[in-house]
C-alpha cells in the first residue's frame, strides 16, 4: 500500500501560479505511476494529468495543457503539480492517486488516493 498527503494548494487570483505536492508514503514510490485529479463543487472528478513511474512520460487534460506541469522526484518520494496561469475555472479540490500500473484518465481505476487541497482562483 502508499499513503498520499497533497499540499500547497490555496487563494490565488487569476494568472498566478501554485505549486502542488504529494507525499507519498509506503511502498517503493517509484512503483507507482501517478495521477492528478480534481473536483468542483457539484462536478465529477476530473482528470488533470499524470506522470510514469520512471518520470519520462506525462500526459494532460487538454484544459490544462502548456498551464500545469506533472513532475516527480522519487528519492523524495513527491510528485509535484505546477500551475500556472490560473483561471477561476481551475478552482477545485485537487487529489493526486496512485496505481501499480495505471496512469490514465480514468479516476476508479487508480487505486490510492490522498485527501485532498482545495485550489481557489479569484477573478
Known amino acids: 500500500q502508499v499513503q498520499l498527503v497533497e499540499s500547497g494548494g490555496g487563494l490565488v487570483q487569476a494568472g498566478g501560479s501554485l505549486r502542488l505536492s504529494c507525499a507519498a508514503s509506503?511502498?517503493?514510490?517509484?512503483?507507482?505511476?501517478m495521477g492528478w485529479f480534481r473536483q468542483a463543487p457539484g462536478k465529477e472528478r476530473e482528470f488533470v494529468g499524470s506522470?510514469?513511474?520512471?518520470?519520462?512520460?506525462?500526459t494532460y487534460a487538454d484544459s490544462v495543457k502548456g498551464r500545469f506541469t506533472i513532475s516527480r522526484d522519487n528519492a523524495k518520494n513527491t510528485v509535484h503539480l505546477q500551475m500556472n496561469s490560473l483561471k477561476p475555472e481551475d478552482t477545485a479540490v485537487y487529489y493526486c492517486?496512485?496505481?501499480?500500473?495505471?496512469?490514465?484518465?480514468?479516476?476508479?481505476?487508480?487505486?490510492?488516493w490522498g485527501q485532498g487541497t482545495q485550489v481557489t482562483v479569484s477573478s
Open positions: 492517486a496512485a496505481d501499480r500500473v495505471y496512469w490514465g484518465m480514468l479516476h476508479n481505476q487508480y487505486d490510492y
Open positions: 509506503g511502498r517503493p514510490f517509484s512503483s507507482y505511476a
Open positions: 506522470i510514469s513511474r520512471s518520470g519520462d512520460s506525462t
